[in-house]
């Protein structure tokens, strides 16, 4: 297996217009997944309503794209994944009270081709995003910096407004480079 992980801040709205922009360049399926308050997972049809379908399914927490239809008779994410191979994922992290978590674009496939193709829209997209930022450790002070950490204009606004740039995971808060 060939994996591709894009490590990021992005609101959810740009990550949904991204992948509907994909979605109507390349005619790919979108997948919608909903974690809470029980899994759920819907299919977009092929140029459909990206926004209703959300809308419709809320609160909707991934969305996947692929070539091929999707299998949306699962009863878990990881069961998801495994019965719709070939999938590039989004994870929509909501602006919170506590400020915006990481995310990342990802992928798993078996075949490199097919993974390098997915490389190339992700990369073409990191074209318009802010590179650079410093992940502090809130308690013991520490710093890593991490120049290849992208954020999107709409983070970057967050961000510059005092909103805090959350970690995945865990504690860090990130510093955007070119935020002063």
Known sequence: MWHFTLPLHATPGELVALAGR??????LYISLERFFP???????????DLATAIAEFAPVRRLGLRRDVFDIDSVSASQHLMRNPETFVMVLEPVSDDGLRATALQARMAEQERLRWWIDLAREASTTMHQGATAIDPEGGGRHLMPDHFHTQGAHD??????PMLASGGSAIFEFDDIG
């Open 22 to 27: 994909w979605a109507i360049e390349h005619e």
């Open 38 to 48: 029980v899994y759920a997972a819907a299919a977009v049809p092929l140029a459909g």
């Open 158 to 163: 967050l961000a510059a407004a005092g909103v």
